[in-house]
């Protein structure tokens, strides 16, 4: 056979070769084709597809929101301490609560002021000029929801350094995981900066008052209550920036029953010279407390251009006190976030008005917020307003005139 015949016949056996396994191969049938297993034409075509990559996936920014609510003074007058007295014997304060514990407990930091230190009744409980109030009260706060309480007030000293070192000694003992700011038993207690930590968020929080009523603080333990100063308070708020991402300071401040900020500078009642000082040194919110009677909400623009929120009072929250405004009071409501680059801002922010129903007897007093007060729960409340009487479109032209568009009736 010629060289030509023989190339022909080569050439044909290979066509044939390729034919049969292409052609005849059926659908689950598997071959190999340069290492690849699979169908007949699929193994083939593996053989030029490029190898399938996975796109990176990143996950959606999601921002966190922490919302952060206060209440005004717990004033323990004997009205309100005789009504958690039960027929056993013992006390019991959740009363007091019951209308606003929801909105308490939907807060992730609830703070309460607490005005009246709490010395225990082995101390002999009482009430104005010279307060102490039972450990029960504590308990009943921790009941509603309250996680931050508040004892730097004018009444810390009223039943001397033995009186704070039994508060904080059934905090410590009773609510361990509460934060109790204002009053201390050591000097590095003093020095504490309580931070509370969400989501990776850091709030710091504190807590000052402009004095004791004339106490003088205990000698050689002077750190006992912490007090407005302005040294103190650029210190601790140089601190507060450095440790946490929000800084909250709550003052008790200002002269009693005075709808507007105290502006008198030197003074040591002077609310607006002490926002500005705060503003000025990185405070991003002020809630305060003391004049017992609810004052308005606004911006301050602080030395380096920053906003800092302030209410100046949030009134009482309960109180024996008999005079229309001073049942009166609000619970802030305050909402801060993040954005993606790691900057947190106050979101939104608002009043929930609430109003003392003062009435006497065993676990009758109590406190309700104004959209849920009506002109009947009014007509009973036993308080004096000889000028207007006292209704519920009382109170609320009392929150319209004081907070403005802030409020908003429900």
């Not at 007091?96 to 609830?110: G, P, R, T």
């Not at 407005?228 to 601190?239: E, M």
């Not at 676990?363 to 007509?379: F, G, H, M, R, V």
Request: hydrophobic letters at 35%; glycine letters at 8%.
């Amino acid at each position: 056979m010629s060289s030509i015949l023989k190339k022909l016949k080569s050439l044909f056996m290979a066509v044939v070769l390729v034919t049969a396994i292409t052609g005849c191969a059926k659908e689950n049938d598997t071959v190999e084709v340069n290492g690849t297993i699979g169908s007949g034409t699929e193994a083939m075509q593996q053989t030029t597809e490029e190898p399938a990559t996975e796109e990176p996936t990143t996950e959606p920014f999601a921002p966190v929101e922490i919302n952060i609510k206060m209440v005004g003074d717990i004033l323990m007058h004997d009205g309100v301490t005789n009504s958690g007295l039960l027929a056993d014997g013992t006390y019991n304060y959740d009363h007091l609560f019951a209308n606003v514990k929801d909105e308490v407990q939907s807060a992730d930091i609830a703070i309460v002021n607490q005005e009246v230190i709490l010395g225990g009744k082995e101390l002999g409980l009482s009430g104005y000029p010279c307060f102490n109030g039972p450990y029960e009260m504590g308990d009943a706060l921790v009941n509603a929801g309250f996680n931050v309480v508040l004892h730097a007030t004018n009444h810390a000293l009223d039943k001397g350094a033995t009186g704070i070192d039994n508060c904080l000694s059934y905090w410590k003992t009773s609510h361990p995981d509460v934060a109790v700011l204002g009053v201390a038993q050591t000097q590095e207690e003093s020095e504490n900066i309580y931070v509370y930590e969400q989501d990776g968020i850091k709030i710091a929080i504190l807590n000052y008052t402009y004095g004791t009523n004339g106490i003088a603080l205990p000698t050689g333990r002077e750190y006992m209550v912490n007090m407005l100063d302005t040294d103190r308070i650029v210190s601790d708020l140089k601190r507060a920036d450095e440790m946490a991402d929000f800084v909250i300071v709550c003052p008790h401040w200002g002269p009693e029953y005075k709808h507007e900020p105290w502006d008198e500078p030197g003074s040591i009642y002077d609310e607006v010279g002490w926002a500005q000082l705060m503003a000025d040194n990185g405070a991003d919110l002020i809630i305060a407390a003391h004049p017992h009677v609810i004052q308005p909400v606004e911006w301050i623009e602080g030395a380096n251009g920053n906003k800092t929120l302030c209410y100046y009072s949030l009134g009482n929250f309960v109180s024996n006190q008999d005079k229309g405004p001073r049942m009166v009071g609000a619970m802030a409501d305050v909402t801060i976030s993040n954005t993606e680059d790691g900057q947190i801002y106050i979101k939104d922010y608002g009043v929930i008005p609430l109003v003392t129903h003062k009435l006497f007897g065993q676990q009758a007093i109590t406190t309700y917020k104004l959209s849920d007060y009506t002109d009947e729960l009014a007509a009973k409340n036993r308080i004096l307003n000889e000028e207007s009487g006292f209704s519920v479109q009382y109170c609320k032209d009392l929150c319209r005139q004081v907070f403005g568009d802030l409020y908003k009736e429900q």
